[in-house]
């Protein structure tokens, strides 16, 4: 018998019980597809995490305090009370490929405009903190250096705080209130700035940017910052900056557990491994299903087998070899499988598309994972399939013969 007759008789056999066959493809189906889609969605994640960060600039650097170790290496603390305003002009001598150095302090409030409230993040920044996150104002303007120097009591809405405060009213040159803590502080709006959205676990457009002056100063009541973001001039030197920036840092604050200095490239590093096992660990728990489908496989095979012993004896009494009928049964298993690996493949396909842009995420699906999903798939097909395979080549023609 040549591959053709193989296929044809395959075929065949599948389509003589199209119910039990539609069964058996559901576990594949529902396997593959569960892989492809996890994998795809991960993917997709991971992409967008790193376009995100490649909008904030592949140039940035981030200094934030590090943490107090407790016994047997425990991590308790991060440390506060560290950074002060003053340390950005020295932290910017640190390197001469240093372009801009923004110190930021933040905390949560709530923005009041007559019978609109709502709960948000303040940032206290500098002028050089737009360059340096790559985000302008779309109408009216940024804070200014006579605004440090002021404190002036002034805000920058994100575009999100603006339209839920103001709706379609303008909001440049209104008065509003910011709540922080237990003071109250009454800004004049200056500006709404672009939108970006968000950027990891940050929200852009939901944020009010003031004079950072006017936030510990006035606000806060304290004279520290919470860090520093750093603009280097290129992303080529953004190493040689970070390494720069910690020796300086080591040298002014004496141990360098008290800070700690991120590139973008870093912080994209750290978040694709973490989504990369988490895609994984995903992709693992879904081939379980392809698992249980290759079990029902070989539990239907196992029962065509029985229904089709006569056929076996009679094939074998003319002149079938062993081999050949060995080759028969485990073509058909592969074949269901490869079948509900392609099925699986579309039903990904339109699932994950959805998904990807319910969540807002690019959609990816990768081909070696689609490889990988289908050729397992095929294995598990021939896997399970071997005992039904081998044990209708094992019987003998004349008891094969008697069988009803």
Same mark, same amino acid.
């Given at each position: ?281 995903? @992709?693992?728990?879904?081939? *379980?299903? =392809?698992?249980?489908?290759? /079990?029902? %496989?070989?539990?239907?095979?196992? !029962? ?55 969540? @807002?995420?690019?959609?990816? *699906?990768? =081909?070696?994972?689609?490889? /990988?999903? %289908?050729?397992?798939?095929?294995? !598990? ?24």
């Amino acid at each position: 018998m040549n591959v053709k007759e193989f296929i044809r008789i395959a075929f065949s056999s599948l389509s003589a019980n199209k119910l039990r066959t539609a069964l058996s493809l559901l576990g594949i189906v529902i396997g593959v597809a569960s892989v492809i889609t996890m994998v795809a969605l991960g993917t997709g994640a991971q992409e967008q995490v790193a376009s995100q960060i490649g909008a904030m600039g592949s140039n940035l650097i981030t200094i934030s305090p590090g943490f107090i170790r407790g016994g047997s290496g425990r991590v308790s603390q991060d440390i506060a009370d560290v950074f002060t305003l003053e340390m950005a002009d020295a932290i910017k001598s640190a390197s001469r490929d240093i372009r801009h150095v923004a110190p930021t302090s933040e905390t949560t409030g709530l923005a009041v405009y007559r019978g609109s409230n709502i709960r948000t993040r303040i940032v206290g920044v500098t002028p050089d903190y737009q360059e340096v996150i790559n985000h302008h104002p779309l109408v009216g303007r940024y804070i200014r250096e006579q605004d440090i120097i002021d404190s002036a009591k002034i805000a920058v809405l994100g575009s999100e705080v603006a339209l839920d405060l103001f709706g379609s009213e303008n909001p440049i040159g209104q008065d509003m209130r910011v709540v922080i803590g237990d003071r109250r502080h009454s800004v004049t709006v200056v500006g709404v700035m672009e939108s970006k959205g968000q950027v990891i676990m940050s929200n852009y457009d939901s944020r009010i940017y003031v004079p950072i002056t006017m936030l510990i100063n006035r606000g806060l009541k304290s004279k520290f910052v919470d860090g520093y973001s750093i603009e280097a001039n290129s992303k080529d030197v953004a190493k040689s900056v970070v390494e720069d920036v910690e020796a300086f840092m080591t040298r002014m604050l004496g141990d360098p557990d008290r800070f700690r200095v991120m590139s973008q490239d870093t912080i994209l590093e750290t978040v694709s491994q973490a989504t990369g096992t988490m895609t994984m660990l995903l @992709g693992a728990v879904a081939s *379980i299903a =392809l698992l249980v489908g290759g /079990i029902g %496989i070989m539990n239907i095979m196992l !029962v065509t087998v029985s229904e089709r012993t006569r056929e076996i004896g009679i094939r074998k009494a003319v002149g079938a070899k062993r081999k050949h009928i060995l080759t028969q049964f485990l073509l058909e298993a592969v074949l269901l499988s490869v079948l509900g690996g392609l099925l699986g493949l579309a039903v990904a396909w339109g699932g994950g598309y959805w998904l990807s842009r319910s969540m @807002g995420w690019p959609f990816a *699906i990768s =081909l070696p994972a689609v490889m /990988i999903a %289908i050729g397992f798939a095929a294995f !598990v097909g021939l896997f399970f399939g071997i005992y039904p395979a081998y044990k209708a080549a094992a019987m003998e023609p004349v008891e094969a013969l008697r069988y009803e």
